[in-house]
T-cell receptor, first 113, second 115 residues
Framework: GDSVTQMEGPVTLSEEAFLTINCTYT??????LFWYVQYPGEGLQLLLK?????DKGSNKGFEATYRKETTSFHLEKGSVQVSDSAVYFC????????????FGQGTELSVKP | EAGVTQFPSHSVIEKGQTVTLRCDPI?????LYWYRRVMGKEIKFLLH????????ESGMPNNRFLAERTGGTYSTLKVQPAELEDSGVYFC?????????????FGPGTRLTVL
């Protein structure tokens, strides 16, 4: 069935380290792809999105490129901060099924000073 | 502009009891979604309302779950009777449109614990 798979956590990095969180998706239809973030004690927030192949989403120093050929949408940041500690969720939607989202299992990131 | 709100933030009940969760979407958002995250696993879709109509309820686990959205404003999700496996975080989200890359705005979630 349709699914989103992302790398398991937890991931622990030192401040200013490079971050990659891998995400792959099943390629049925023409999905839009999303990264959501959940900071401690808060709800999910949209971090970035891409709506078609080769689009790059970016926000707060994070980037992800929609790669149709590899069905991937990996999240990257060149220099993480302590404030980036959160749980990150990769997701795809189903535009012809009311826009419902399919999420990956989430990756917990902890950044140490 | 107020965001999506959910009530309660936490609920602890015993197996067999009934619990009702409430979601107030962003004003003017016709689309309302319910999702659930169980035991640190992936967030799973439960159902989708367009105004007061259920557009897609394919993710509802069984008939112990009943969702309503009377008048097309707030929504409730009732679990009756609750079972241990219903424990998790229930998220509500709303959006203006349902197609394309339209963003869904999420509430803070309700953490349900069934003992």
């Amino acid at each position: 069935g349709d699914s989103v798979t992302q790398m398991e956590g937890p991931v622990t990095l030192s401040e200013e380290a490079f971050l990659t969180i891998n995400c792959t998706y099943t390629a049925t239809g023409y999905p839009s792809l999303f990264w959501y973030v959940q900071y401690p004690g808060e709800g999910l927030q949209l971090l970035l999105k891409a709506t078609k192949a080769d689009d790059k989403g970016s926000n707060k120093g994070f980037e992800a490129t929609y790669r149709k050929e590899t069905t991937s949408f990996h999240l990257e940041k060149g220099s993480v901060q302590v404030s980036d500690s959160a749980v990150y969720f990769c997701a795809r939607n189903f535009y012809n099924q009311g826009g419902k989202l399919i999420f990956g299992q989430g990756t917990e990131l902890s950044v140490k000073p | 502009e107020a965001g999506v709100t959910q009530f309660p933030s936490h609920s602890v009940i015993e197996k067999g009891q009934t619990v009702t969760l409430r979601c107030d979407p962003i004003s003017g958002h016709d689309n309302l979604y319910w999702y659930r995250r169980v035991m640190g696993k992936e967030i799973k879709f439960l159902l989708h309302f367009v105004k007061e109509s259920k557009q897609d309820e394919s993710g509802m686990p069984n008939n112990r779950f009943l969702a309503e959205r009377t008048g097309g404003t707030y929504s409730t999700l009732k679990v009756q009777p609750a079972e241990l496996e219903d424990s998790g975080v229930y998220f509500c989200a709303s959006s203006q449109e349902s197609s394309g890359g339209n963003e869904q705005f999420f509430g803070p979630g309700t953490r349900l614990t069934v003992l």
